[in-house]
């Protein structure tokens, strides 16, 4: 069986003439941690701009490059559901980690377009355009059970997923398994354990860095998931189960090892299982 969903709007607003967006809000996440994760949220007021849950913004910084052309654009997973997190439709969510690294002579390299964002106060403007995607959005009709997987900042498709559910929409339960490095790093966990409230939702939290798996070592996502085995194993096999993953590139092998080790008991084998849940459109990846 495979989920219907809306049919998502596209670029609706072009690059070539992106939206002066004003800035309403740009909230610490992470005041405790060495990293600077923001909660971004800009007014769409005037643009014409809609979206779904699910759906990716652009974002096109100012100024140019080292060769003197405009910035290309950055594209950021939306946090918000549909309608926003004003509940009008006027408004748009970012998670947004600032970007600061040393490149190989050591010197300091600052993501352009995260570090515009991170550094935008109310009352600013950001051009945006969008929106964009099209494959990552929370089913319409009524299904379930919902296993999302992130890391990182990939937990915002997952708070607009669960809001937007908390608003009606027909998913239950939800599974969510939240990886990050340490507790600092956790990103909107106090609303996310208010949304993930029903009786047979579930918050697991891998904590990489202060946490550790069966075996001694670091826990990670795919590890959370074996010992969630009791309860994930059938689901697997379930033609209601929707897998969504968003985090980091890197989560991928771990995740898929993880439910070849949990199938493997039932006489499943998941490399064989995985495309048909891709054709379905039951197993979506947004990784980076």
Known sequence: MSHSTL???????????????????????????ADDVRHVVLDLTGSGLRYLDGQALGVVPPGVDAAGKPHRLRQYSIASPRDGDDGAGCTVSLTVKRVV????????????????????????????????????????????????????????????????????????PAFLVFGVRTSADLLYLDELRGLLDGPDDR??????????????????????????????APLLRDQRLHVYQCGLKG??????????????????????????LVKARRWLVDTY
């Open 251 to 276: 989560m991928e092998a771990g995740v898929e090892a993880a439910c070849q080790a949990l199938l493997a008991p039932l006489d499943v084998d998941f490399a064989a299982l995985k495309p048909e």
């Open 101 to 172: 690294y040393a490149n190989e002579a050591g010197d300091e390299v600052r993501g352009v377009c995260s570090n515009h964002l991170a550094d935008a106060r109310p009352g600013d403007r950001v051009m945006v355009c969008g929106p964009f995607g099209k494959h990552f959005m929370m089913p319409t009709e009524p299904v379930g059970p919902l296993l999302m997987i992130a890391t990182g900042t990939g937990i915002a498709p997952f708070r607009a997923f669960l809001r937007q559910r908390a608003r009606g929409a027909s998913v239950t």
């Open 7 to 33: 049919e998502p709007p596209l670029n609706l607003v072009r690059p070539s003439q992106p939206f002066a967006a004003t800035v309403l809000e740009n909230g610490d996440l992470t005041p405790a941690s």
């Open 203 to 232: 918050l697991v939290l891998a904590i990489s860095r202060e946490q550790t798996n069966a075996s001694g070592g670091r826990m990670y996502v795919g590890d959370r998931l074996v010992e969630l085995g009791d309860t994930l």
